[in-house]
């Protein structure tokens, strides 16, 4: 079968990476893609937003099965486009992938069908924001409404902050439309899970745990990031918390979404914290995180065009998800400057030693090609994956992989994991 993938980072290569393996797959197209993902997919080069021209190309070369990675094109309806014209295709339908569109209507559906997450209020002014905020409780939480490339939530101290905090959302406009609404809500503490799942409308298979480090700096400092690195499994997902979830968390979202007609097929990623008082939801997204997938696919052992297949068939009880006992960490190798200004164009030298090493990966985010040369081109630039069998073990593996790739600017985390060594 011949296969289009939707997206340019470092997910979508480990997605290609994946599909790739697949024994139904004879063709992958990616659009737009990027370096890496031209040695696993042809590139071509349309943009995510541009539905007309991802249809027509899909039509055009007898493509079977699209695959949506961004949320963007989700959130903007590009599932509905596809199937309008008959085309299979992996993803929620817009009145479903609302779930990550807006963080409102998905506080308002896990208080309706009493699934566990923070308090909350909603606000439409920012008046009425900074009026609320004269009397509540520090630290509180600020969120963009809706899609701010996984910036748009703001942890502030003191009134002072959020007062800032409601400026830059509301009236500045930082994240644009998406800080038309935003969602003030209590501030929780604990170790947050990130956890993906399989969903065919009312079937979940729940994946791995993992965990993404978000601040740019060292220690969790700097400013908040699309991810600076992921481990995989999370030792704090015990057994006990993911049967809890299985109960009060996981099924019930997939059962309220079709209760409110809003079936969901795709990918369910829950943010967890797990809070002295339980899990709690931190957020939902409608498609698979950047950069846990890095860690999540490498460790799975089933061909996921079967998986993708099931979701839209219904039949995803029929599938047993598997995963190899071991562990898995990403190191993000970004842009000096990131997430606010850094220069790009940079030649990346190194790439080759990954091509034959087990257990190692390097997914592309940001890099392009210009002739032979594979050039930076982006804030985050590559996600190095090692595998080990525990976490200190890839940990070691994945940050003496980063010496193998030099580049100008290079920037990296140098904790990604740490403190769980001995796990």
Same mark, same amino acid.
Request: aromatic share 10%; hydrophobic share 40%; charged share 30%.
């Given at each position: 079968?011949?296969v289009?993938?939707v997206?340019?980072?470092?997910?979508e290569?480990?997605i290609a990476w994946?599909v790739?393996q697949?024994?139904?797959v004879?063709?992958?197209?990616c659009a737009?893609?990027?370096?890496?993902?031209? +040695?696993?997919?042809?590139?071509?080069?349309?943009?995510a937003?541009?539905f007309?021209?991802?249809?027509?190309?899909a039509?055009?070369?007898?493509?079977?099965?699209?695959?949506i990675?961004?949320?963007?094109?989700?959130v903007?309806?590009v599932?509905?486009?596809?199937?309008?014209e008959?085309?299979?295709v992996?993803?929620?339908?817009?009145?479903?992938?609302?779930?990550?569109?807006?963080?409102?209507?998905s506080?308002?559906?896990?208080k309706?069908?009493n699934?566990?997450?923070a308090?909350?209020?909603?606000?439409n002014?920012?008046? +009425?924001a900074?009026? =609320?905020?004269?009397?509540s409780?520090?630290?509180?939480?600020?969120?963009?409404?809706?899609?701010?490339?996984?910036?748009?939530?703001l942890i502030c101290n003191?009134?002072?902050?959020?007062f800032?905090?409601?400026?830059?959302?509301?009236?500045?406009?930082q994240?644009?439309e998406?800080?038309?609404?935003?969602?003030?809500e209590?501030?929780?503490?604990?170790?947050?899970?990130?956890?993906?799942?399989?969903?065919?409308?009312?079937t979940i298979?729940?994946?791995t745990?993992?965990?993404d480090?978000?601040?740019a700096?060292?220690?969790?400092?700097?400013l908040?990031?699309?991810?600076?690195?992921t481990?995989?499994p999370s030792p704090? =997902?015990?057994?006990?918390?993911?049967?809890?979830c299985?109960k009060?968390i996981?099924?019930?979202?997939?059962?309220?979404?079709?209760? +409110?007609?809003?079936e969901?097929?795709g990918?369910?990623?829950f943010?967890?914290?797990?809070?002295?008082?339980?899990?709690?939801?931190?957020?939902y997204?409608?498609?698979?995180?950047?950069?846990?997938?890095?860690?999540?696919?490498?460790?799975?052992?089933?061909?996921?065009?079967e998986?993708?297949?099931a979701?839209?068939d219904?039949?995803?009880?029929?599938?047993?998800?598997?995963f190899?006992?071991?562990?898995a960490?990403?190191?993000?190798?970004?842009?000096?400057?990131?997430?606010?200004?850094?220069?790009k164009?940079?030649?990346?030298?190194?790439?080759?030693?990954?091509?034959?090493?087990?257990?190692?990966y390097?997914?592309?985010?940001g890099?392009?090609?210009?002739?032979?040369d594979?050039l930076t081109n982006?804030?985050?630039?590559?996600?190095?994956?090692a595998?080990?069998?525990?976490?200190?073990?890839?940990?070691v593996?994945a940050?003496?992989?980063?010496?193998?790739? +030099?580049?100008?600017?290079?920037?990296?985390?140098?904790d990604?994991?740490?403190g769980?060594?001995?796990?």
């Amino acid at each position: 079968m011949k296969v289009l993938i939707v997206g340019s980072g470092g997910r979508e290569h480990a997605i290609a990476w994946k599909v790739a393996q697949s024994k139904k797959v004879d063709k992958i197209y990616c659009a737009p893609g990027n370096a890496g993902i031209s +040695e696993v997919a042809e590139c071509v080069d349309i943009g995510a937003m541009e539905f007309d021209r991802l249809v027509a190309f899909a039509k055009e070369n007898s493509i079977d099965l699209t695959i949506i990675g961004m949320d963007d094109p989700l959130v903007g309806g590009v599932v509905d486009a596809f199937e309008a014209e008959g085309l299979r295709v992996f993803g929620p339908r817009k009145n479903a992938a609302i779930l990550e569109g807006s963080k409102s209507f998905s506080k308002d559906l896990m208080k309706k069908y009493n699934i566990p997450t923070a308090a909350y209020e909603t606000f439409n002014s920012p008046n +009425e924001a900074l009026k =609320y905020l004269e009397t509540s409780k520090y630290p509180i939480v600020l969120k963009a409404d809706g899609l701010a490339l996984g910036k748009g939530v703001l942890i502030c101290n003191t009134k002072e902050e959020a007062f800032d905090g409601v400026k830059e959302l509301m009236v500045d406009k930082q994240f644009g439309e998406a800080g038309n609404t935003i969602v003030i809500e209590e501030f929780m503490t604990g170790r947050e899970v990130s956890v993906l799942s399989f969903v065919d409308g009312n079937t979940i298979k729940i994946m791995t745990s993992a965990q993404d480090h978000k601040r740019a700096k060292d220690g969790d400092m700097g400013l908040n990031t699309g991810g600076m690195g992921t481990f995989s499994p999370s030792p704090f =997902y015990t057994k006990e918390i993911d049967e809890f979830c299985h109960k009060y968390i996981y099924q019930k979202s997939v059962d309220a979404m079709k209760a +409110e007609g809003r079936e969901f097929k795709g990918i369910i990623f829950f943010g967890l914290m797990l809070t002295n008082e339980g899990p709690k939801v931190l957020e939902y997204n409608a498609r698979f995180g950047d950069p846990e997938t890095q860690v999540v696919l490498p460790r799975m052992k089933n061909d996921i065009v079967e998986v993708f297949e099931a979701c839209i068939d219904g039949t995803l009880d029929r599938i047993e998800l598997e995963f190899e006992d071991n562990a898995a960490v990403c190191v993000v190798l970004a842009s000096d400057g990131y997430p606010v200004s850094y220069e790009k164009g940079f030649k990346i030298s190194g790439l080759e030693k990954f091509r034959d090493k087990d257990g190692y990966y390097v997914f592309h985010a940001g890099t392009k090609l210009s002739g032979e040369d594979v050039l930076t081109n982006g804030g985050r630039v590559l996600g190095v994956v090692a595998k080990g069998d525990n976490l200190k073990e890839a940990r070691v593996n994945a940050y003496e992989a980063t010496k193998l790739i +030099e580049f100008e600017n290079k920037y990296m985390r140098n904790d990604i994991g740490k403190g769980l060594d001995e796990t």
